[in-house]
């Protein structure tokens, strides 16, 4: 049983580095920017579809983090579950909708990049 718990913390504590060593990269980029990039990132004239596109990008991205987070607690609980039965249908329900929700965002961001893109090829001034 000892060995049991000590395997556990092992993976879990494999797991929190992994995580962290996925998150360096993105740590370590942000540490370089440039003093006088500032600003938006819109154009100066900025239209009212730009705007709405770029906030409907950073929501299917926050979306898409939340799914990848409950992706990964799925698997922790499925990991944790230790032999119960009801437990790990239960994680396993959890992954099941977190992959689902990925594909959702995938698709809705593909939906949003083509309807953009038309937008753009038509000459749209606005939403």
Do not use: C, W
């Not at 504590?13 to 990132?41: N, Q």
């Amino acid at each position: 049983m000892k060995n049991l718990n000590i395997i556990k913390v092992a993976n879990i504590i494999t797991i929190f580095v992994m995580a962290f060593m996925l998150v360096m990269p993105f740590l370590a980029h942000g540490a370089f920017t440039i003093p006088d990039a500032t600003g938006t990132g819109l154009p100066n004239e900025a239209k009212t579809s730009d705007i709405v596109m770029r906030v409907i990008q950073i929501l299917l991205a926050v979306a898409g983090l939340v799914a990848v987070i409950f992706l990964i607690v799925g698997g922790f609980r499925y990991i944790l579950a230790g032999g119960n039965e009801e437990a790990a249908e239960s994680a396993k329900k959890t992954i099941t909708n977190a992959i689902i929700g990925i594909v959702i965002i995938i698709l809705a961001f593909v939906i949003v990049r083509v309807i953009s893109n038309a937008l753009i090829s038509t000459g749209s001034t606005g939403v």
